[in-house]
């Protein structure tokens, strides 16, 4: 398997905390809803699942946005809960609702029977992933994902989404940590594997989804979502089949204030919200880790002229870029959180634009 | 207005720092669905607003939490939409969804005509709170409330509870940072007259529910909700008809990363979820506040003896209590958010006895 060399290697290169001519930029979410070819993809596809599970539309959504947008970045188009239905827990996505699973872990019974899913019923997400690295041909690098242990446990017990601080799996939780430890412990080496096969099939970078790491009081943290990122993060592959270094980010939707925890992961990049100060988080991090984030992705609601004054906030509340050999502080622009379906794409122009170029001239200056 | 003196005065003595002989508790929402005699107090009253605007009906329910469990305060049953609903927006609340606004603010014409509303249309909050007081006979000190002008105006501008980030609010805030700053002045001043009025009423503490100043951006958060709530502290009396001072609470939920920024309010007690770690907290703002909270409010599914152990964890985190004379840290026991309905009443006996016990032992040791 040989692919072509990268033209674009900003993104790359900041994870490792080595020095690029401006700030990259990516953004969650990007290939979604607000992009009105990507809703023309989703409706021949017929559903969510039949675009995600077909390597050609995946790989056509994940290129959409960067035909529009000078992105530094690809992420897989895909869902994080492709692991839980994997391992038979029937993923589905009805119009206008999140998603379901058809048999949440409800029993001491279900949690015993739970295993790390057989990787053939993943195939399609690891043959979308070298599909989409071939058709890149090197533009930008391409990020490969998963959710956390943690943030797959908060589905697979509730059986979706919750509308009340997730009732149920933290009622196992402090009911029975034994359940929630097990299932956790499966989670991790599913995660593990998951990650291990798409950068064997060409991801250049992986990110760890704690989208729900946040709703952990502070002394559950540790237990029950770091020590299984950890365990994740102990078991991926450094190197892709290239031999080059693959960086790992991590990003806990809501763990502003665990940051200095966060600072001991095996990983490159931590991602941030928009409560954090980005400043602060350099302080507490940026000797060892690259920051990804933080716009807040309501900014991309107001006139371009407040989105670019909004993005320069940002560039600013990082400080001064790294320049120059060796590594140093670096930042990813990213938002805190995924893109609004609701976003209007030009907003994206504006944010773009005022990224890259408020960013060169800090280096310049 | 001469009302009975307090038998049970630790609540009170703990928000002004002063040595209690075992950490005071009272729980966010303590009087609610969780409990059957509410659902029946509810049920007689027709509706929500039945309940809330009747005096007999709101002093009832705030008591039947006292008669259950040794609570060391009580709070008003009312809610913080009922300052919106005075201005004349129209509040109601259907069977099973949370609040709606009739008229919410959408444009700029809504925005210019908003009023700091006549108290009179308040009449009713401020005559349960004298009801409540007489009928608690200095069992537990009465604490009064409202919500902070920015969560408010989250509700005012989106017309209800928001289930895709305050993406109304929001809006306007980055587009209309003058519209957002034009409601928020008139929100300030409503909030400060009508906790005013409550203390002259016989509210013994009054407390600001910054429900949603965890939703906003690290940027926006000082001007946008702290600022105001600062404003309204400002212009709160601080003395009772009785002379006695009035402690203020201040409680952002999801603010756990600006409690520094918090520590330079002019109140008493800071309240912080379950997110923050006491111990922490108590290192930035020890020395200058009391803190409030924090137990996860999912710990009460769980067994008595889980719920009596994360309750002892939660009062070994602050650590070791202040004694003797002068003031020094306290702490007030609370959850990190309102108790939920769906709550065993059982397992409250069970934290409420844990709390008293072990605080009670740690003074002891």
């Known amino acids: 398997m040989a692919f072509s060399p990268l033209t674009n290697d900003t993104f790359l290169r900041a994870c490792l905390r080595q020095a690029t001519p401006y700030t990259p930029l990516w953004l969650m979410r990007q290939a979604g809803r607000y992009l009105p070819e990507y809703k023309a993809t989703r409706a021949r596809a017929g559903s969510f ?3 995600a599970t077909n390597v050609q539309y995946a790989t ?3 290129l959409q946005p960067l035909d529009r947008f000078a992105l530094d970045a690809a992420i897989l188009f895909s869902d994080i809960l492709t692991v839980p239905d994997a391992m038979g827990l029937g993923l589905s996505f009805a119009e206008g609702e999140g998603p379901k699973l058809a048999r949440p872990l409800r029993d001491e019974a279900a949690v015993a029977a739970l295993r790390v899913p057989d990787l053939d019923q993943l195939r399609y997400v690891f043959d979308a992933v070298t599909s989409i690295r071939r058709a890149l041909q090197g533009r930008v690098p391409l990020i490969g994902f998963s959710g956390s242990p943690w943030t797959l446990a908060c589905y697979m017990v509730e059986g979706g989404g919750s509308r009340d601080d997730w009732r149920g799996v933290k009622s196992m939780l402090y009911s029975r940590p034994d359940l929630m430890h097990r299932i956790l ?10 990650l291990n096969a798409q950068i064997d099939a060409g991801a250049q970078a992986v990110m760890v989804f704690d989208s729900w790491g946040g709703a952990l009081a502070d002394r559950a943290f540790p237990e029950f979502s770091l020590d299984y990122t950890a365990s994740v993060l102990a078991k991926l592959k450094r190197n892709g089949p290239d031999g080059q270094v693959v960086p790992r980010i ?5 763990g502003g204030l665990w940051l200095q925890q966060m600072e001991r992961l095996d990983c490159d990049v931590l991602g941030v919200d928009w409560t954090v100060s980005l400043a602060k988080a350099r302080a507490l991090v940026g000797s ?5 984030g933080n716009l807040d992705p309501a900014v991309l609601f107001a006139p371009a002229e407040n989105v670019a004054a909004e993005a320069r906030r940002v560039l600013d509340d990082f400080g001064a870029p790294h320049q120059g050999s060796g590594s140093g502080p670096t930042h990813i622009f990213n938002l805190g959180h995924g893109i609004s379906q609701f976003t209007p794409p030009e907003h994206v122009h504006a944010l773009v634009e005022a990224v890259h170029s408020h960013s060169a001239r800090m280096r310049a200056a």
Chains 1, 2 share one sequence.
Do not use: C, I
């Not at 412990?185 to 998951?194: Q, R």
């Not at 060892?288 to 990804?292: E, F, H, N, P």
């Open 250 to 254: 991590v990003f806990t939707k809501g």
């Open 49 to 51: 699942m039949g675009l």
């Open 60 to 62: 056509e959504v994940t």
């Open 288 to 292: 060892s880790k690259a920051l990804q």
């Open 185 to 194: 412990a499966v989670n991790a080496d599913a995660v593990a594997a998951y």
